[in-house]
């Protein structure tokens, strides 16, 4: 079975507060992983890709990948109350399926 | 910047009944994708394409559904005979290639009502 999984939300965050998002999958074939952020009734929109062990940041966010744990995960420094939005992950190697989403809400 | 546009924004049609939701995707990428999203649950796979053919496929996407690359810019998927449960928001997505060119970039959404 093809999974993607991530932590259970929602998660809340004071405004200017570091939040985690943390996502784990099954298919050992992945070898591509992005994180994507979506508004309500929006469509979701890249905000980082990570290919290699190890992290990877970009402005406030750090994507963090250990494909030994088959684990990825989101940072978001700073978070601000634009933020606040579904984040999906995605893995694409043998499978294009997105976890199951996080609600992050940013509390100012 | 390049985008994939979608259309309608929005159809509603009557149980039983076939739609056509149509995509431009990004000009020079190769893989394209529909997903979908009922309302408040997750964004589904239902099928890549790739090389004028089907690549990948979930079990959603059953023999009600189809998709088509009729030209050298449009990809549709055809809903033969809509089902109450059709509802959803429809989501074309294209990428460049895949691994490290694999970057999904999505419509805006098609709004599928089923009445």
């Known amino acids: 079975q093809k999974e993607v999984e991530q932590n259970s939300g929602p998660l809340s965050v004071p405004e200017g507060a570091i939040a985690s998002l943390n996502c784990t999958y099954s298919?050992?074939?992945?070898?591509?992983f992005f994180w994507y952020r979506q508004y309500s009734g929006k469509s979701p929109e890249l905000i980082m890709s990570?290919?290699?062990?190890g992290d990877k940041e970009d402005g406030r966010f750090t994507a963090q990948l250990n494909k030994a744990s088959q684990y990825v995960s989101l940072l978001i420094r700073d978070s601000q109350p634009s933020d606040s939005a579904t984040y999906l992950c995605?893995?694409?190697?043998?499978?294009?399926?997105f976890g199951t989403g996080t609600s992050l809400t940013v509390i100012p | 910047e390049p985008e994939v546009t979608q259309t309608p924004s929005h159809q509603v049609t009557q149980m039983g009944q076939e739609v056509i939701l149509r995509c431009v995707p990004i000009s020079n990428h190769l893989y394209f994708y529909w997903y979908r999203q009922i309302l408040g649950q997750k964004v589904e796979f239902l099928v890549s394409?790739?090389?004028?053919?089907?690549?990948?496929k979930s079990e959603i996407f059953d023999d009600q559904f189809s998709v088509e690359r009729p030209d050298g810019s449009n990809f549709t998927l055809k809903i033969r005979s809509t089902k109450l449960e059709d509802s959803a928001m429809y989501f074309c997505?294209?990428?460049?290639?895949?691994?490290?060119?694999?970057?999904?970039?999505f419509g805006e959404g098609s709004r599928l009502t089923v009445l």
């Open positions: 997505a294209s990428s460049k290639g895949q691994g490290n060119t694999g970057e999904l970039f």
């Open positions: 394409f790739y090389n004028n053919e089907i690549s990948e």
């Open positions: 990570i290919y290699s062990n």
């Open positions: 995605l893995g694409l190697g043998n499978q294009f399926y």
């Open positions: 298919d050992r074939g992945s070898q591509s």
